[in-house]
Protein backbone atom coordinates (compact mmCIF):
# COMPACT_ATOMS: atom_id res chain seq x y z
CA UNK A 1 0.00 0.00 0.00
CA UNK A 2 1.35 3.68 -0.96
CA UNK A 3 1.07 5.99 2.01
CA UNK A 4 -0.95 9.24 1.20
CA UNK A 5 -1.40 10.89 3.73
CA UNK A 6 0.24 11.01 7.31
CA UNK A 7 -2.45 13.07 9.82
CA UNK A 8 -0.26 13.94 13.35
CA UNK A 9 -2.64 15.62 15.94
CA UNK A 10 -1.22 16.40 19.67
CA UNK A 11 -3.94 16.25 22.38
CA UNK A 12 -5.01 16.63 25.84
CA UNK A 13 -7.27 15.03 27.74
CA UNK A 14 -7.91 15.25 31.32
CA UNK A 15 -7.16 12.35 33.66
CA UNK A 16 -9.98 11.49 35.87
CA UNK A 17 -8.07 11.03 38.68
CA UNK A 18 -3.90 12.32 38.74
CA UNK A 19 -1.67 10.14 38.60
CA UNK A 20 1.28 10.73 40.58
CA UNK A 21 4.63 8.32 40.42
CA UNK A 22 8.20 9.07 42.49
CA UNK A 23 9.11 10.76 39.10
CA UNK A 24 6.38 13.36 39.10
CA UNK A 25 2.31 13.31 39.09
CA UNK A 26 0.33 13.84 35.52
CA UNK A 27 -3.18 15.45 35.75
CA UNK A 28 -3.44 15.53 31.73
CA UNK A 29 -2.84 12.75 29.34
CA UNK A 30 -0.39 14.37 26.44
CA UNK A 31 -0.53 12.14 23.04
CA UNK A 32 0.19 12.13 19.33
CA UNK A 33 -2.50 10.28 17.32
CA UNK A 34 -1.18 9.34 13.85
CA UNK A 35 -3.51 8.78 11.31
CA UNK A 36 -1.89 7.10 8.07
CA UNK A 37 -4.18 6.79 4.85
CA UNK A 38 -3.98 4.58 1.97
CA UNK A 39 -5.97 3.17 -0.62
CA UNK A 40 -9.40 4.52 0.77
CA UNK A 41 -8.44 3.35 4.83
CA UNK A 42 -7.22 4.98 8.03
CA UNK A 43 -4.79 3.28 10.21
CA UNK A 44 -4.79 4.77 14.06
CA UNK A 45 -1.67 4.57 15.59
CA UNK A 46 -0.29 6.47 19.38
CA UNK A 47 2.45 8.10 20.40
CA UNK A 48 2.12 8.03 24.05
CA UNK A 49 4.31 10.47 25.45
CA UNK A 50 4.36 13.14 28.21
CA UNK A 51 4.80 16.82 28.52
CA UNK A 52 8.31 16.63 30.38
CA UNK A 53 10.96 13.94 30.14
CA UNK A 54 10.70 12.05 33.72
CA UNK A 55 9.67 8.45 32.41
CA UNK A 56 10.82 8.42 29.09
CA UNK A 57 13.46 11.50 27.33
CA UNK A 58 11.06 11.84 25.02
CA UNK A 59 8.06 14.66 25.16
CA UNK A 60 5.57 15.90 22.97
CA UNK A 61 7.66 18.09 21.88
CA UNK A 62 10.45 16.29 20.56
CA UNK A 63 8.01 13.46 19.41
CA UNK A 64 6.53 15.87 17.30
CA UNK A 65 9.94 17.28 16.09
CA UNK A 66 11.10 14.14 15.07
CA UNK A 67 7.95 12.66 13.11
CA UNK A 68 7.19 15.53 11.62
CA UNK A 69 10.83 16.26 10.28
CA UNK A 70 12.45 13.14 10.07
CA UNK A 71 9.88 10.02 10.53
CA UNK A 72 7.00 10.95 8.33
CA UNK A 73 9.51 12.17 5.10
CA UNK A 74 10.80 8.69 5.29
CA UNK A 75 7.40 7.03 5.12
CA UNK A 76 5.98 9.19 2.87
CA UNK A 77 4.82 7.79 -0.76
CA UNK A 78 6.59 4.60 0.02
CA UNK A 79 5.08 1.22 -0.76
CA UNK A 80 4.72 -0.94 2.21
CA UNK A 81 2.86 -4.25 2.27
CA UNK A 82 4.94 -5.90 6.00
CA UNK A 83 5.57 -4.12 8.97
CA UNK A 84 8.95 -4.75 9.02
CA UNK A 85 9.47 -2.14 6.38
CA UNK A 86 8.90 0.55 8.45
CA UNK A 87 11.42 -1.05 11.36
CA UNK A 88 13.45 -0.75 8.28
CA UNK A 89 12.70 2.81 7.23
CA UNK A 90 12.86 4.33 10.23
CA UNK A 91 16.39 2.35 11.10
CA UNK A 92 18.35 5.29 10.31
CA UNK A 93 16.41 7.36 13.07
CA UNK A 94 18.39 7.02 16.50
CA UNK A 95 16.43 6.37 19.44
CA UNK A 96 13.06 8.39 19.96
CA UNK A 97 11.47 5.09 19.61
CA UNK A 98 7.55 7.25 21.23
CA UNK A 99 8.06 8.96 18.24
CA UNK A 100 8.15 5.86 15.68
CA UNK A 101 5.78 3.63 17.79
CA UNK A 102 2.98 6.25 16.88
CA UNK A 103 3.38 5.74 13.37
CA UNK A 104 4.27 1.78 13.33
CA UNK A 105 1.17 0.87 14.98
CA UNK A 106 -1.00 3.01 12.55
CA UNK A 107 0.10 1.34 9.58
CA UNK A 108 0.19 -2.00 11.45
CA UNK A 109 -3.72 -0.87 11.75
CA UNK A 110 -3.64 0.28 8.41
CA UNK A 111 -2.49 -2.83 6.78
CA UNK A 112 -4.45 -5.28 9.10
CA UNK A 113 -7.70 -3.62 8.02
CA UNK A 114 -6.34 -4.08 4.32
CA UNK A 115 -6.50 -7.57 4.87
CA UNK A 116 -9.61 -7.70 6.70
CA UNK A 117 -8.17 -9.19 9.86
CA UNK A 118 -8.12 -7.78 13.50
CA UNK A 119 -4.53 -6.54 14.32
CA UNK A 120 -4.37 -9.78 17.39
CA UNK A 121 -4.45 -12.28 14.67
CA UNK A 122 -1.64 -10.17 12.38
CA UNK A 123 0.15 -10.05 15.35
CA UNK A 124 -0.11 -14.21 15.91
CA UNK A 125 -2.16 -13.57 19.11
CA UNK A 126 -3.68 -17.09 20.62
CA UNK A 127 -6.49 -15.28 23.07
CA UNK A 128 -9.47 -13.96 22.91
CA UNK A 129 -10.23 -12.18 26.53
CA UNK A 130 -6.97 -10.74 27.87
CA UNK A 131 -6.17 -10.83 32.29
CA UNK A 132 -6.51 -7.31 33.50
CA UNK A 133 -4.68 -5.74 36.18
CA UNK A 134 -4.85 -1.97 37.51
CA UNK A 135 -1.94 0.35 38.23
CA UNK A 136 -2.42 2.78 41.50
CA UNK A 137 -0.51 6.06 41.72
CA UNK A 138 0.87 7.54 45.53
CA UNK A 139 -1.98 8.56 47.06
CA UNK A 140 -1.77 11.76 49.41
CA UNK A 141 -3.10 8.80 52.32
CA UNK A 142 -3.37 4.81 53.52
CA UNK A 143 -6.98 5.32 53.82
CA UNK A 144 -7.32 6.84 50.53
CA UNK A 145 -5.07 3.93 49.03
CA UNK A 146 -7.23 1.70 50.81
CA UNK A 147 -10.49 2.99 49.55
CA UNK A 148 -9.38 3.10 45.99
CA UNK A 149 -7.82 -0.38 46.05
CA UNK A 150 -11.01 -1.82 47.31
CA UNK A 151 -13.03 -0.30 44.83
CA UNK A 152 -10.59 -1.74 41.76
CA UNK A 153 -11.24 -5.55 43.15
CA UNK A 154 -14.70 -4.91 43.81
CA UNK A 155 -14.37 -3.88 39.74
CA UNK A 156 -12.81 -7.25 39.06
CA UNK A 157 -9.09 -6.24 38.56
CA UNK A 158 -6.99 -8.89 38.77
CA UNK A 159 -3.97 -7.65 40.37
CA UNK A 160 -3.07 -4.43 42.04
CA UNK A 161 0.22 -2.45 41.27
CA UNK A 162 1.17 0.13 43.84
CA UNK A 163 3.37 2.69 42.79
CA UNK A 164 6.39 3.67 45.40
CA UNK A 165 8.68 5.87 46.41
CA UNK A 166 11.05 6.33 49.67
CA UNK A 167 9.02 6.34 52.66
CA UNK A 168 5.43 5.09 50.65
CA UNK A 169 6.51 1.36 50.45
CA UNK A 170 6.70 -1.27 53.47
CA UNK A 171 3.86 -0.05 55.73
CA UNK A 172 1.93 0.85 53.07
CA UNK A 173 1.96 -3.20 51.82
CA UNK A 174 1.71 -3.86 55.25
CA UNK A 175 -1.06 -1.99 55.36
CA UNK A 176 -2.69 -3.45 52.13
CA UNK A 177 -1.87 -6.84 53.33
CA UNK A 178 -3.62 -6.77 56.50
CA UNK A 179 -6.49 -5.17 54.92
CA UNK A 180 -7.00 -7.18 51.73
CA UNK A 181 -4.91 -10.59 52.57
CA UNK A 182 -3.05 -12.49 49.92
CA UNK A 183 -4.80 -10.62 46.59
CA UNK A 184 -2.31 -10.25 43.67
CA UNK A 185 0.05 -7.21 44.21
CA UNK A 186 3.22 -5.78 43.13
CA UNK A 187 4.98 -2.75 43.29
CA UNK A 188 6.45 0.07 41.26
CA UNK A 189 9.33 2.28 41.57
CA UNK A 190 10.07 3.71 38.41
CA UNK A 191 14.03 4.04 39.45
CA UNK A 192 12.81 5.42 43.13
CA UNK A 193 15.86 2.99 45.01
CA UNK A 194 19.55 2.82 44.99
CA UNK A 195 21.55 -0.91 45.98
CA UNK A 196 21.71 1.21 49.83
CA UNK A 197 18.07 -0.06 49.74
CA UNK A 198 18.84 -3.36 49.92
CA UNK A 199 17.63 -4.09 53.33
CA UNK A 200 14.27 -2.72 52.67
CA UNK A 201 14.18 -5.09 49.51
CA UNK A 202 14.97 -8.22 51.72
CA UNK A 203 12.14 -7.06 53.77
CA UNK A 204 9.68 -6.87 51.60
CA UNK A 205 9.90 -10.33 50.30
CA UNK A 206 7.92 -11.90 53.60
CA UNK A 207 4.92 -9.94 51.62
CA UNK A 208 4.68 -12.21 48.57
CA UNK A 209 4.37 -9.18 46.07
CA UNK A 210 4.75 -11.29 42.56
CA UNK A 211 7.29 -8.57 41.48
CA UNK A 212 9.13 -5.18 42.00
CA UNK A 213 9.38 -3.45 39.27
CA UNK A 214 12.39 -1.31 38.25
CA UNK A 215 13.50 -0.73 41.27
CA UNK A 216 16.79 0.78 40.54
CA UNK A 217 18.42 3.27 37.57
CA UNK A 218 16.14 3.89 34.41
CA UNK A 219 18.69 2.37 32.41
CA UNK A 220 20.92 0.07 34.42
CA UNK A 221 20.90 -4.11 34.32
CA UNK A 222 24.02 -4.73 36.76
CA UNK A 223 23.07 -3.50 39.76
CA UNK A 224 19.60 -4.69 38.71
CA UNK A 225 21.37 -8.28 38.72
CA UNK A 226 23.16 -7.33 41.83
CA UNK A 227 19.98 -6.89 44.01
CA UNK A 228 18.11 -9.77 42.16
CA UNK A 229 20.64 -11.48 44.19
CA UNK A 230 19.74 -11.03 47.33
CA UNK A 231 16.15 -10.70 47.39
CA UNK A 232 13.16 -13.40 46.80
CA UNK A 233 11.17 -11.58 45.36
CA UNK A 234 11.51 -11.66 41.42
CA UNK A 235 12.14 -8.27 39.77
CA UNK A 236 10.64 -6.95 36.87
CA UNK A 237 12.22 -4.73 34.09
CA UNK A 238 10.53 -1.82 32.61
CA UNK A 239 12.72 1.15 31.79
CA UNK A 240 15.45 -0.80 31.34
CA UNK A 241 14.69 -2.98 28.50
CA UNK A 242 14.28 -0.76 25.47
CA UNK A 243 14.81 -3.80 22.43
CA UNK A 244 15.76 -7.68 22.28
CA UNK A 245 19.30 -7.00 23.22
CA UNK A 246 18.39 -5.08 26.60
CA UNK A 247 16.26 -8.17 27.03
CA UNK A 248 18.96 -10.96 26.56
CA UNK A 249 21.01 -9.35 28.70
CA UNK A 250 18.97 -9.00 31.56
CA UNK A 251 18.23 -12.50 31.28
CA UNK A 252 21.49 -13.53 30.55
CA UNK A 253 22.92 -11.58 33.86
CA UNK A 254 20.23 -12.39 35.78
CA UNK A 255 18.86 -8.60 36.17
CA UNK A 256 15.14 -9.63 36.44
CA UNK A 257 12.93 -12.81 36.21
CA UNK A 258 9.95 -10.60 34.36
CA UNK A 259 9.85 -8.49 31.83
CA UNK A 260 7.34 -5.41 31.24
CA UNK A 261 6.55 -5.04 27.40
CA UNK A 262 5.53 -1.51 26.49
CA UNK A 263 5.59 -1.53 22.45
CA UNK A 264 6.02 2.26 22.76
CA UNK A 265 9.40 2.07 25.14
CA UNK A 266 10.44 -0.59 22.57
CA UNK A 267 9.76 1.70 19.50
CA UNK A 268 6.64 -0.01 18.18
CA UNK A 269 4.89 -3.74 18.04
CA UNK A 270 7.35 -4.97 15.54
CA UNK A 271 10.33 -4.98 18.24
CA UNK A 272 7.72 -5.70 21.41
CA UNK A 273 7.19 -9.40 19.49
CA UNK A 274 10.58 -10.17 19.56
CA UNK A 275 11.16 -9.60 22.65
CA UNK A 276 8.13 -11.00 23.97
CA UNK A 277 9.29 -14.06 21.37
CA UNK A 278 12.78 -14.52 23.07
CA UNK A 279 11.24 -14.47 26.88
CA UNK A 280 8.71 -17.23 25.65
CA UNK A 281 12.51 -18.98 24.47
CA UNK A 282 13.98 -18.40 27.73
CA UNK A 283 11.49 -19.20 29.99
CA UNK A 284 10.33 -15.77 31.35
CA UNK A 285 6.74 -14.55 31.62
CA UNK A 286 5.89 -11.15 30.26
CA UNK A 287 3.25 -8.64 30.64
CA UNK A 288 1.59 -5.69 28.94
CA UNK A 289 2.66 -2.55 30.79
CA UNK A 290 0.85 0.82 29.75
CA UNK A 291 1.63 4.70 29.38
CA UNK A 292 -1.96 5.90 30.29
CA UNK A 293 -3.17 5.40 26.43
CA UNK A 294 -5.98 6.48 25.08
CA UNK A 295 -8.42 3.99 23.28
CA UNK A 296 -6.13 4.48 20.40
CA UNK A 297 -3.02 2.84 22.39
CA UNK A 298 -5.13 0.74 24.29
CA UNK A 299 -6.50 -1.69 21.33
CA UNK A 300 -2.45 -1.96 20.61
CA UNK A 301 -1.71 -2.75 23.71
CA UNK A 302 -5.02 -5.57 23.98
CA UNK A 303 -3.88 -6.98 20.46
CA UNK A 304 -0.22 -7.08 21.73
CA UNK A 305 -1.39 -8.43 25.45
CA UNK A 306 -3.29 -11.77 22.76
CA UNK A 307 0.12 -12.95 22.19
CA UNK A 308 0.77 -16.46 24.18
CA UNK A 309 3.35 -15.59 26.46
CA UNK A 310 1.26 -12.46 28.05
CA UNK A 311 1.08 -14.76 31.07
CA UNK A 312 0.57 -12.09 33.83
CA UNK A 313 -2.31 -9.72 34.00
CA UNK A 314 -1.20 -6.40 32.41
CA UNK A 315 -1.50 -3.11 33.04
CA UNK A 316 -4.67 -2.62 30.82
CA UNK A 317 -7.32 -1.02 32.32
CA UNK A 318 -10.93 -0.06 31.33
CA UNK A 319 -11.41 3.67 29.59
CA UNK A 320 -13.19 4.57 32.49
CA UNK A 321 -10.36 4.10 35.02
CA UNK A 322 -8.40 6.75 33.05
CA UNK A 323 -11.10 9.07 31.46
CA UNK A 324 -14.46 10.61 31.52
CA UNK A 325 -14.56 10.36 27.76
CA UNK A 326 -12.12 8.32 25.86
CA UNK A 327 -11.59 8.64 21.90
CA UNK A 328 -12.80 5.14 20.76
CA UNK A 329 -16.20 3.44 20.54
CA UNK A 330 -16.93 1.05 21.86
CA UNK A 331 -15.26 1.46 25.13
CA UNK A 332 -12.82 -0.83 26.64
CA UNK A 333 -14.77 -2.30 29.45
CA UNK A 334 -13.16 -4.47 32.41
CA UNK A 335 -15.72 -7.96 32.17
CA UNK A 336 -17.11 -9.30 35.62
CA UNK A 337 -13.82 -11.95 36.08
CA UNK A 338 -11.52 -9.15 35.13
CA UNK A 339 -10.92 -9.90 31.72
CA UNK A 340 -11.08 -7.65 28.91
CA UNK A 341 -12.25 -8.75 25.28
CA UNK A 342 -9.62 -8.35 22.31
CA UNK A 343 -11.32 -6.45 19.73
CA UNK A 344 -12.44 -8.69 16.36
CA UNK A 345 -13.57 -6.37 13.96
CA UNK A 346 -10.78 -5.54 11.42
CA UNK A 347 -7.73 -3.77 12.42
CA UNK A 348 -7.87 -2.53 16.04
CA UNK A 349 -11.11 -3.11 15.96
CA UNK A 350 -12.28 0.18 17.23
CA UNK A 351 -13.81 3.07 15.81
CA UNK A 352 -12.58 6.90 16.46
CA UNK A 353 -14.41 9.69 17.27
CA UNK A 354 -13.79 12.19 15.14
CA UNK A 355 -15.67 14.51 16.84
CA UNK A 356 -14.42 13.97 20.55
CA UNK A 357 -10.20 13.98 18.83
CA UNK A 358 -10.63 17.23 17.12
CA UNK A 359 -11.82 19.21 20.26
CA UNK A 360 -9.27 17.53 21.91
CA UNK A 361 -6.24 17.98 19.13
CA UNK A 362 -4.66 21.33 20.32
CA UNK A 363 -2.02 21.00 17.27
CA UNK A 364 -2.83 18.97 13.93
CA UNK A 365 -0.15 18.83 10.82
CA UNK A 366 -1.03 16.88 7.47
CA UNK A 367 1.31 15.28 5.01
CA UNK A 368 0.47 14.79 1.41
CA UNK A 369 2.39 13.00 -1.16
O1 LIG B 1 6.05 2.77 34.96
O2 LIG B 1 4.52 1.51 34.25
C1 LIG B 1 4.94 2.64 34.46
C2 LIG B 1 2.25 5.25 33.63
C3 LIG B 1 3.02 6.26 33.12
C4 LIG B 1 4.38 6.10 33.09
C5 LIG B 1 4.98 4.92 33.55
C6 LIG B 1 4.20 3.90 34.06
C7 LIG B 1 2.82 4.08 34.14
C8 LIG B 1 1.91 3.11 34.73
C9 LIG B 1 0.47 3.19 34.27
O3 LIG B 1 2.20 2.36 35.62
C10 LIG B 1 -0.01 2.00 33.56
C11 LIG B 1 -1.34 2.25 32.88
O4 LIG B 1 -1.34 2.68 31.71
O5 LIG B 1 -2.37 2.02 33.50
MG1 LIG C 1 6.77 0.78 35.26
Same mark, same amino acid.
Given at each position: ??? /? ?20 ? !????? %???? %? ?6 ? @? ?24 ? #? ?31 ? @?? !? ?8 ? =? ?22 ? *? ?15 ? /? ?8 ? /? ?5 ? +? ?5 ? !? ?8 ? =?? %? ?19 ? +? ?6 ? #??? /? ?6 ? *? ?17 ? =? ?28 ? &? ?23 ? =? ?13 ? #? ?16 ? @? ?6 ? !???? +? ?6 ? &? ?11
Amino acid at each position: MRI /ERITLRCIQMPLRHPFRTSFGQ !EQTKH %AIIV %AVQSAGLT @GYGETPVASSPLYSYETTQTAWHIQR #DFLVPRLLRQEITRPEQVVKLLSAVRGHPMAKM @GL !EAAIWDLLAK =ARGCPLSQMLGGTRMRIPCGVSIG *IQPSLPALLERIGDFLA /EGYRRIKLKI /EPGWELA +VVKAVRA !EFGDVPLMLD =AN %AAFSLDDVPLFQALDAYNLMM +VEQPLDHD #DLY /EHSLLQRQ *IKTPICLDESIRHRGDARA =AIEWGSCRIINIKAARMGGLVEARRVHDLC &QEQGLPVWCGGLLETGVGRAHNVAL =ASLSNFRLPGDISAS #DRYFEEDIVHPLFVLNPD @GTMDVPSG !EGIG +VEVKADLL &QRLTVEEAVFEM
